[in-house]
């Protein structure tokens, strides 16, 4: 009797490790929304190709992750797009953000006088003052491709302290992540700036492990069909349908950005999915 439930035992622990799994970045497995997304490309893909445990990766920066994927230790990343992830990954062109990754507000000092006092993107130009990024956003380009200030370091949770300590003056943060990170960041000293909004061409897409042609098969059908069902827009209105009125988005002075850093592809995507519609540069 007890062979034979070793036997079964076996089956089974052979059986749950042959089925497929999908290894997701750490950031995007814990952050709800794109959480809420894969768990349902999954599901409504499940009829047609089966079972699929998504599971968390270790924790690490988004730059190493994104090696990682490249190297087929991590199956999926929901990120910001450049050229180069775009021509190194398998990529699904559909903005999982609907574009407000480019709906960007500053964080700032609170005892800071001289942010206080910048009512247009002239003034952080004229003052001369810094823009905080991780070195690995493609943030950090494209602020220095606008002619922006910017101070870059190499670890994300560095900005909050650098700014709580004046090292730079601003640390933009899309409308999806201010409020969170104010709450679990902040401090006490760091505070929304309620003047300005940067706007440019910026969303997360679906990175998957280039080694994986199939994933991306069962993902862009899946992704298809929450389109059609329309359950892709149903996620996005039930997590941020409110967001731009809350941030009182559209009452701010509007920075209009370039950014350089993401394809025609790309950015044609972001005018079809998203809430806000860019001009395509002419070649």
């Excluded at 993107?121 to 003052?129: G, I, W």
């Amino acid at each position: 009797m007890k062979a034979l439930l070793l036997v079964v035992t076996a089956f089974f622990t052979a059986t749950a490790m042959s089925e497929e799994t999908l290894v997701l970045y750490s950031r995007n497995y814990t952050n709800p929304y794109v959480k809420a997304h894969i768990d349902n490309i999954v599901k409504l893909s499940e009829e047609k190709f089966g079972k699929l445990h998504v599971i968390k990766s270790q924790d690490m920066e988004q730059g190493r992750a994104f090696a990682e994927l490249v190297n087929g230790n991590i199956d999926v990343i929901v990120t910001a797009p450049t050229i180069e992830r775009e021509t190194t990954a398998r990529v699904l062109y559909v903005p999982l953000d609907r574009g407000l990754l480019g709906f960007r507000i500053c964080m700032k000092n609170a005892n800071s006088p001289a942010f206080n006092r910048v009512r247009s993107a002239m003034d952080l130009l004229n003052k001369e003052l810094a823009i905080g990024v991780a070195e690995h956003w493609p943030d950090n380009i494209i602020f220095r491709d606008n002619g922006f200030r910017v101070t870059s370091v190499s670890k994300r949770e560095s900005l909050f302290l650098m700014l709580e300590r004046n090292r730079f003056d601003c640390l933009t943060r899309s409308v999806m992540e201010i409020d969170d990170d104010i709450k679990n960041y902040g401090n006490g000293a760091l505070i929304e700036d309620d003047a300005l909004l940067f706007l440019y061409p910026n969303s997360d897409f679906i990175f998957i492990n280039p080694k994986r042609r199939s994933l991306h098969e069962r993902l862009s059908i899946g992704l298809g069909m929450a389109i059609e069902d329309y359950s892709f827009f149903t996620i996005f209105e039930e997590f941020y349908g409110d967001t731009l009125e809350k941030h009182r988005a559209f009452e701010r002075k509007l920075v209009f950005m370039q950014n350089n850093t993401i394809s025609r592809q790309a950015l044609s995507a972001i005018n079809h999915f998203g809430i806000a519609s860019f001009i395509v540069p002419i070649e």
